[in-house]
């Protein structure tokens, strides 16, 4: 059934554009970005445009908005993370792992968005700026705590965050969920890897 803005309580909002966004992710991966309308959305949806437009304005904004779910979600996890009584060095193993499960949960959001992040308007990069800033300096605190606790060595922690995440960021190129090792697995790998070069 297709219904334009003035019926969009016939759904729960929320439910609604979070389908909308599935949608919208599923139409972007099989079709391609640029190739996907906002009328091919509105059709999947089973909405008018006008109903569309009542939740999401344009491409623009359900890529800021697919972004946004899985770094909002991210931050969710890693705070918890942080806050909890370990020793630096367990922590940094254990938000290594929280990372690595968020581009297993949302590898298609976080593919979609590394493609075509060039395509955002320069106000919505601000704000995805600001928010993966506050994910990189999860990792620099509990860096920089293990390294005022002579757990770590390393000379400037926010090049080694980068270096860390741009090199598990990079899974979401080539991992396959099902196909090969599992995340779990992986994530052992990576541990491993980057945990050698950093202890003391």
């Known amino acids: 059934m297709t219904f334009d803005g003035s019926s ?3 759904r729960q909002g929320s439910d609604t554009k979070t389908e909308i966004l ?6 972007f991966v099989k079709k391609g970005y640029h190739e996907t309308s906002m009328q091919d959305i509105a059709d999947t949806a089973g909405l ?5 437009y009542y939740y999401i304005k344009s491409k623009d904004d359900v890529l800021f908005l697919l972004h946004d779910r899985f770094i909002v979600e991210g931050l ?3 705070r918890l993370v942080e806050a909890e009584a370990l020793e630096p060095e367990h922590k940094l193993i254990e938000l290594l792992k929280m990372h690595l499960q ?3 949960q949302f590898k298609d959001d976080i593919t979609l968005f590394f493609n075509c992040m060039k395509y955002l308007s320069d106000d919505k ?3 995805v700026q600001v928010k993966r800033d506050e994910y990189e300096d999860i990792f620099v605190r509990v860096l920089e705590e293990g390294k005022k606790k002579g757990v770590f060595k390393v000379e400037d922690s926010h090049i080694v965050v980068l270096y860390v995440l741009g090199a598990c960021n990079f899974m979401h190129t080539w991992y396959k969920p099902g196909k090969g090792k ?3 697995e992986l994530s ?3 541990i491993t890897l980057i945990t050698k070069g950093l202890f003391q």
């Open 102 to 104: 968020i581009i297993d």
């Open 8 to 10: 969009v309580n016939r």
């Open 22 to 27: 599935d949608i919208a992710l599923s139409l």
């Open 76 to 78: 969710r996890r890693l």
């Open 188 to 190: 052992d790998i990576f």
């Open 48 to 52: 008018t445009k006008g109903g569309l």
């Open 125 to 127: 990069k601000q704000a």
């Open 182 to 184: 599992s995340i779990e």
